[in-house]
């Protein structure tokens, strides 16, 4: 390897303003990993002193660039003649793939400008985790070196530049809660009519079970009478599923998540969430709850709320259009672990259009970025917070089921740690500028939670 290659150890991040964000994470998780990343915005991510100018530092120290590409980056020019000189040095060097190119937010081929045309891309815009592995097989693929050896050191320390972290304990709240009882017995039924999967669904909001075969079911409970009669359901004995590896072949352990999760469909369909099936999620409907506002007690004790169900303008060059947001809960049952069970709770947004018709293709990402890029934890942990107490009614602990013998019972409360240091929240910049000036959004009064003048209560 020539001198000139020795010195070719950074991968170069060009980005816009509106995209910092991303670029900041991606910065650090590629720190992290070992390499050496030329990016303006984090100097000592470099390992080593760099060239100021960003021209000489493509020109002379880059191994690969990673352009993220987006509708705010395309035109800019600073991304625009930062990609042209690495095409340039990728042709002087003979390296077809010098440039990488990141599709950031999902842009079609006929917005891509045709001098990138021929570069395949790989995409951020479904998943920022799932673009992270693929960024890393590709630098793996080129056998980019790794030159950090306290890479995650330098990206924690990226996070502390103004002092922010400090060494005083913090309590931390996850979104995680605890299934504090299941049922000791799962029962067998037989059924005189097949049952579908469809069936099975349809009984979400009077009886959770599993679908065994077309004349076989298991439940922790027994069946309403409706039900029973409409299908000729009759016990078939019961099965101690603690003691057992497998129930009618079935894992237990699989047996008894699938069945959690069925009683937490009962759960939101009995609390009256609803169901989209071309989305396959629950979203919180207008009007459920008073005015729309999700009600919960804070850490502190105070209460507060957040909306569930909301609207806004999204303006993105000649588009202008009003969509409404729905808080769409999911629990699972977090993977690997064995009794007792703990669930995760995932909170997302469920789109719509004025007229509740659910959006799709590429108008979802840039709504939802839209929407959700000024919330911060503690919009979330309000929110996750308020989904637990609709899911509890305001006691204490979720109950499903009308057996009392038969219930799952699931905390209200989710689990809480305590860490060494804390962020001094005083010294943070809460302000999101580059969010504000985004022309993704509309007006200023656009890109402020509507909550925010009335949060407590």
């Known amino acids: 390897m020539g001198t000139e290659e020795n010195q070719r150890g950074h991968v170069f991040i060009s980005y816009a303003t509106e995209d910092s964000a991303l670029a900041d994470w991606l910065a650090r998780r590629l720190a992290a990993s070992g390499y050496a990343v030329w990016y303006d915005r984090m100097k000592l991510l470099g390992g080593e002193p760099w060239p100021q100018d960003i021209d000489h530092a493509i020109k002379t120290r880059t191994f690969r660039m990673l352009a993220l590409l987006s509708r705010s980056s395309i035109n800019k020019d600073n991304p625009s003649r930062e990609r042209t000189t690495a095409q340039a040095v990728g042709r002087e060097l003979k390296i077809r793939d010098f440039l990488v190119t990141l599709n950031v937010d999902g842009l079609k081929a006929t917005e891509i400008p045709w001098t990138l045309s021929e570069i395949n891309y790989i995409t951020f815009s479904r998943s920022w985790a799932d673009g992270l592995l693929s960024v890393l097989k590709k630098l793996e693929a080129v056998n980019a070196p790794r030159v950090l050896s306290d890479g995650a050191a330098l990206a924690i320390q990226s996070y502390d530049s103004e002092g922010i972290i400090r060494d005083v304990p913090e309590e931390i709240i996850s979104n995680c809660v605890a299934i504090k009882r299941l049922p000791e017995v799962v029962h067998r039924f037989s059924t005189s009519l097949d049952v579908s999967f469809d069936d099975v669904a349809s009984f979400r909001k009077e009886w959770a079970c599993r679908r065994v075969s077309p004349n076989q079911l298991l439940a922790f409970e027994h069946p309403p009478a409706s039900i029973a009669k409409q299908f000729g359901i009759k016990p078939a004995g019961g099965a101690c599923w603690r003691c057992m590896p497998a129930v009618d072949g079935i894992n237990s352990r699989n047996l008894i998540v699938s069945l959690v999760h069925a009683s937490i469909d009962h759960l939101f369909a009995i609390r009256g969430l609803e169901y989209s099936v071309r989305q396959r999620a629950w979203h919180v409907p207008p009007r459920l709850l008073d005015k729309d506002w999700l009600r919960f007690q ?37 993977r690997g672990t064995t009794a007792p069970f703990v669930l995760v709770l995932r909170n997302r947004v469920y789109l719509t259009d004025v007229d509740g018709k659910a959006l799709d293709g590429r108008r979802i990402p840039s709504r939802r970025k839209h929407l959700c890029k000024n919330w911060w934890n503690d919009d979330w942990l309000a929110r996750a917070l308020g989904v637990l107490n609709l899911l509890a009614a305001g006691e204490k602990q979720i109950a499903i089921g009308r057996e009392t013998d038969s219930r799952v019972v699931i905390s209200s409360i989710p689990y809480r740690f305590t860490v060494d240091v804390s962020i001094d929240e005083a010294r943070a910049d809460p302000t999101d500028t580059d969010y504000l000036n985004d022309p993704d959004v509309g007006s200023l009064e656009d890109a402020v939670d509507e909550t925010d003048p009335g949060d407590s209560e």
Do not use: F, M
């Not at 957040?306 to 000649?318: N, Q």
């Open 298 to 334: 804070k850490p502190d004790g105070s209460l507060g709320r957040k909306l569930a169900v909301g609207e806004r303008t999204y303006v993105g060059g000649s588009t202008r259009e009003v969509y409404h947001y729905h808080v769409s809960p999911s629990l699972s049952v977090l």
